[in-house]
């Protein structure tokens, strides 16, 4: 029995009518939603035809263009062969980035600086998407050189109602993995926020999306580009909720259960700034994977201190999932005081018997680029070689 099996077998015997998938695992996966439609439960979350849609790198791509949303340059669907793939990095212009359609997490991402390099980006990119998810289909995009990463959290009732949730910033990043993300952008003006929100929002509710959601983009001198729409909570989902003083589980809980958004848009006005820090056991520098027990362990706390995690004295991290093991999110009145929140808990932290990446976050919050916020999704990577050279 497969993992989605066992979990209906076990809403069938507790009389459980609905299922919240976290962020994890089935959250995406379209076929497991259908099958719990087809029981007669509740998924918490959109539908499994909206997960499908959105799923599809070049569908979102096209549906999201439809509805008004800006979108990076790019391939119209898949590209065939590696002759097509040439043609199209001479139409768009060195560099560009081929992606599988399929893909997520930064798996199935090639970069092509030129043409010598296409050949290599592309034939990667189709084994990556191949091995990772089954489908070897990529589609190419324009590379730009210093964006950010931005991510409008949305959220509908499923009946044509949808509110934005502003930006968070997510340019903290390595190898497409993010690292840090806060909210609101420290390069995002009020202006901006409420005319990409709007964008966003209007798009789901012509849908009738339900639930949470999360549009990300490209941003570059003053211009957004869709990415990807991810249908479900995400990892840095607390930031918003700090931010905005909402609860987004909770909402999405009321809204699988029929019930209207507790909030309008005029409701949600950002209060101060919020930071979260992905804590994961990894041993510095190469970032290699560090499962263990966990010999002591305690959680900073105080005022604007959250703390996500499973973790406690004596608890074994397994090798078989993804690093993570906890996520340190901070709230303050600025950003200011919210960076100086997050080093004073950091230095709270304990976590003995593994390594963990919390040295990386102490160093970084030395840096004048991430005091000020003058940084691009390139920016870490640049920094870590710099400091593995010295």
Same mark, same amino acid.
């Given at each position: 029995?497969?993992?989605?099996?066992?979990?209906?077998?076990?809403?069938?015997?507790?009389?459980?009518?609905?299922?919240?998938?976290?962020?994890?695992?089935?959250?995406?996966?379209?076929?497991?939603?259908?099958?719990?439609?087809?029981?007669?439960?509740?998924?918490?979350?959109?539908?499994?035809?909206?997960?499908?849609?959105?799923?599809?790198?070049?569908?979102?791509?096209?549906?999201?263009?439809?509805?008004?949303?800006?979108?990076?340059?790019?391939?119209?669907?898949?590209?065939?062969?590696?002759?097509?793939?040439?043609?199209?990095?001479?139409?768009?212009?060195?560099?560009?980035?081929?992606?599988?359609?399929?893909?997520?997490?930064?798996?199935?991402?090639?970069?092509?600086?030129?043409?010598? *390099? +296409?050949?290599?980006?592309?034939?990667?990119?189709?084994?990556?998407?191949? $091995?990772? %998810? @089954?489908? /070897?289909? #990529?589609?190419?995009?324009?590379?730009?050189?210093?964006?950010?990463?931005?991510?409008?959290?949305?959220?509908?009732?499923?009946?044509?109602?949808?509110?934005?949730?502003?930006?968070?910033?997510?340019?903290?990043?390595?190898?497409?993995?993010?690292?840090?993300?806060?909210?609101?952008?420290?390069?995002?003006?009020?202006?901006?926020?409420?005319?990409?929100?709007?964008?966003?929002?209007?798009?789901?509710?012509?849908?009738?999306?339900?639930?949470?959601?999360?549009?990300?983009?490209?941003?570059?001198?003053?211009?957004?580009?869709?990415? *990807? +729409?991810?249908?479900?909570?995400?990892?840095?989902?607390?930031?918003?909720? $700090?931010? %905005? @003083?909402? /609860?987004? #589980?909770?909402?999405?809980?009321?809204?699988?259960?029929?019930?209207?958004?507790?909030?309008?848009?005029?409701?949600?006005?950002?209060?101060?700034?919020?930071?979260?820090?992905?804590?994961?056991?990894?041993?510095?520098?190469?970032?290699?994977?560090?499962?263990?027990?966990?010999?002591?362990?305690?959680?900073?706390?105080?005022?604007?201190?959250?703390?996500?995690?499973?973790?406690?004295?004596?608890?074994?991290?397994?090798?078989?999932?993804?690093?993570?093991?906890?996520?340190?999110?901070?709230?303050?009145?600025?950003?200011?005081?919210?960076?100086?929140?997050?080093?004073?808990?950091?230095?709270?932290?304990?976590?003995?018997?593994?390594?963990?990446?919390?040295?990386?976050?102490?160093?970084?919050?030395?840096?004048?680029?991430?005091?000020?916020?003058?940084?691009?999704?390139?920016?870490?990577?640049?920094?870590?070689?710099?400091?593995?050279?010295?």
């Amino acid at each position: 029995m497969c993992s989605s099996d066992l979990i209906l077998a076990a809403c069938e015997i507790t009389g459980a009518q609905a299922i919240h998938p976290g962020y994890g695992f089935l959250s995406e996966n379209a076929q497991f939603v259908q099958a719990v439609e087809d029981h007669g439960i509740t998924f918490i979350g959109p539908t499994a035809e909206h997960i499908r849609v959105m799923g599809d790198k070049i569908t979102a791509k096209e549906t999201m263009k439809a509805l008004g949303v800006p979108c990076v340059p790019g391939s119209k669907g898949g590209v065939p062969d590696l002759a097509t793939a040439q043609r199209l990095g001479e139409e768009l212009g060195y560099p560009v980035i081929v992606k599988a359609t399929a893909g997520g997490g930064g798996r199935g991402m090639k970069l092509a600086r030129n043409a010598g *390099e +296409m050949e290599s980006a592309f034939l990667t990119a189709r084994s990556e998407g191949k $091995a990772a %998810f @089954g489908n /070897d289909e #990529v589609y190419i995009e324009k590379y730009l050189t210093t964006p950010r990463h931005i991510e409008i959290q949305v959220f509908g009732d499923g009946k044509g109602g949808a509110v934005h949730l502003g930006e968070r910033d997510c340019s903290l990043q390595r190898r497409h993995q993010k690292v840090l993300e806060e909210a609101p952008g420290p390069a995002i003006s009020a202006e901006e926020r409420a005319r990409i929100g709007a964008i966003c929002a209007d798009a789901v509710a012509k849908i009738n999306y339900a639930g949470a959601g999360t549009i990300e983009f490209l941003y570059e001198n003053g211009e957004f580009y869709f990415i *990807e +729409m991810n249908t479900r909570l995400q990892v840095e989902h607390p930031v918003t909720e $700090a931010v %905005f @003083g909402v /609860d987004l #589980v909770r909402e999405q809980i009321r809204v699988a259960a029929g019930l209207p958004m507790s909030f309008t848009q005029e409701d949600l006005q950002i209060n101060g700034h919020a930071i979260e820090v992905r804590i994961n056991a990894e041993r510095l520098p190469n970032f290699s994977p560090c499962p263990g027990r966990i010999t002591q362990y305690h959680a900073p706390g105080g005022l604007g201190v959250r703390m996500d995690s499973a973790l406690y004295d004596g608890y074994v991290i397994p090798p078989y999932y993804d690093s993570l093991i906890a996520k340190l999110i901070v709230h303050g009145r600025d950003r200011t005081e919210a960076l100086a929140r997050l080093d004073r808990a950091l230095g709270e932290l304990i976590v003995d018997g593994v390594d963990t990446t919390v040295p990386l976050f102490r160093a970084l919050l030395g840096e004048p680029a991430v005091q000020t916020g003058d940084y691009n999704i390139h920016w870490l990577e640049h920094w870590l070689e710099t400091q593995m050279a010295v």
